[in-house]
């Protein structure tokens, strides 16, 4: 015979207190207090030194508070500079390094402004002034079969060299008016090399000058700072730069030897006034060439040298036109 299924109670077992015969649950008795607070669940609490802790942090900002603080007070203070320190260090800069002198630094300032001017004459016009001059001659013609100029009319040759300097970063050059009177042709060369023809835009025969202009320049082309004479006197060093005989550019250097000085043509066809006489080095070619003092500014224009021989050579006393003179020739104001 099948044994019937047996199956457990779902509902759950009374507490024991109500099994007992006679309990009611407005008897029951209190459970002690250490009993209820074990029955309890137990709050965990939080370390005092976590690191999430605010007092551990607002003790860690302190502690570097009080190093940085203690760093700064310990770093030894700066000594102030004395002028006996100065002095030491300039001393121990000339002894060790070579500086360039004043006549160096001059030259380097005032040489990107400085060009070459030469002026250019048609072999046709040479040729008319030789046969001017054979038919004033008694000279008698050679023998033989007549010859013939192959290169043409057209064809031109060097006239003359000279110096400017350029006084307006457009182009405007100054010179000397000897250097390109009766000229065919100017042409000028820049410091970087670069050539260009020029045109004589204004004339000063009072005082020897003219004024160009080039029709192509360098793109980085600098003018020359010029400075008032009011303030020179003699005893000054200057620099004089040109192309004396065509060779250059070179520089010399002197003094201003005297001012307000007076020359006169070894023709005696001009004279002129007010010139500034110096003792640096100068020679054909170096006409229109600036004189600069030894910040490399520009006081005069090179003009003209005492020759009382024929040879045309520097015996030791230069004139330069002052500058002021010069640039109201180019239509500058004066200082």
């Not at 507490?15 to 209190?30: H, L, V």
């Not at 013609?141 to 457009?170: C, F, H, M, R, Y």
Request: aromatic share 4%; charged share 20%; no cysteine.
């Amino acid at each position: 015979m099948r044994r019937p299924a047996l199956y457990s109670s779902s509902r759950p077992a009374r507490p024991a207190a109500a099994d007992q015969p006679g309990a009611s649950a407005g008897t029951a008795e209190p459970q002690p207090p250490d009993a209820a607070a074990a029955a309890a669940p137990q709050r965990k609490r939080r370390p005092f030194l976590s690191p999430s802790s605010p007092a551990l942090q607002w003790s860690a900002i302190l502690l570097l508070g009080v190093a940085l603080a203690l760093s700064l007070a310990l770093r030894p203070m700066p000594r102030k500079l004395t002028q006996e320190d100065i002095n030491a260090a300039v001393l121990k800069t000339m002894e060790t390094q070579v500086m360039p002198s004043e006549y160096a630094r001059a030259y380097e300032n005032v040489r990107p402004a400085v060009v070459r001017v030469v002026s250019y004459v048609k072999k046709s016009r040479l040729r008319d002034a030789e046969t001017r001059l054979s038919t004033k001659s008694a000279k008698p013609k050679p023998l033989g079969p007549a010859t013939t100029d192959q290169t043409g009319d057209s064809d031109e040759v060097e006239n003359g060299v000279g110096t400017g300097v350029v006084i307006i970063d457009k182009g405007v050059i100054l010179t000397n008016l000897h250097v390109v009177h009766g000229a065919d042709h100017v042409r000028v060369v820049f410091y970087d090399g670069l050539e260009a023809d020029a045109t004589i835009t204004g004339v000063q025969a009072e005082n020897d000058l003219a004024v160009l202009q080039a029709n192509k320049i360098p793109d980085d082309l600098i003018s020359a700072t010029m400075r008032s004479t009011s303030d020179l006197a003699p005893g000054d060093k200057v620099l004089a730069v040109g192309f004396p005989f065509g060779i250059g550019p070179s520089a010399s250097g002197g003094i201003v030897s005297g001012l307000g000085r007076v020359f006169r043509s070894p023709e005696g066809k001009q004279e002129m006034k007010n010139l500034i006489q110096f003792d640096a080095a100068a020679n054909p070619g170096n006409s229109g060439g600036p004189l600069v003092t030894m910040d490399g500014e520009v006081v005069g224009i090179v003009t003209a040298i005492l020759n009382p021989t024929s040879a045309r050579t520097f015996i030791g006393i230069g004139f330069a036109v002052p500058i002021e003179n010069a640039a109201s020739a180019a239509g500058l104001p004066p200082f």
